[in-house]
């Protein structure tokens, strides 16, 4: 009965290794605020208001070639989804809250 159970596992393990990775969640930033998500293999950043509470969320990003850039949901509810560019990918991204005080934000997410 031993083998028969090695014998599965192993199956598991080569079955894992040879599943696209696009079956795979999307890297995900977020506060309690919302989130930011890379999407397309890291060609863009989606970010969400998930709260609906009037406080702006954002993402802090850099691609490959260009400067750091900031997309922004403001006042309430909503969806920002930056370009997806193929031969320039998102680099990092992290997620923050405008709430009072010091802004909240998430650890920041590398390709």
């Given at each position: 009965m031993k083998p028969v159970k090695v014998a599965a596992a192993l199956a598991i393990g080569i079955l894992a290794w040879t599943v696209p990775s696009s079956v795979y969640a999307n890297v995900s930033a977020s506060t309690y605020g919302g989130h930011t998500e890379e999407y397309d293999g890291w060609k863009g950043i989606a970010v969400f208001d998930?709260?609906?509470?009037?406080?702006d969320v954002y993402s802090?990003?850099?691609?490959?070639i260009g400067t750091p850039q900031v997309w922004?949901?403001?006042g309430g509810c909503g969806e920002f989804e930056s370009t997806g560019i193929t031969g320039n990918l998102v680099q990092r991204f992290n997620h923050c809250t405008?709430?009072?005080?010091?802004n909240t934000c998430s650890s920041t997410k590398y390709r």
């Open positions: 998930d709260n609906c509470d009037n406080n802090d990003f850099k691609r490959d922004r949901v403001s405008d709430d009072a005080g010091p």
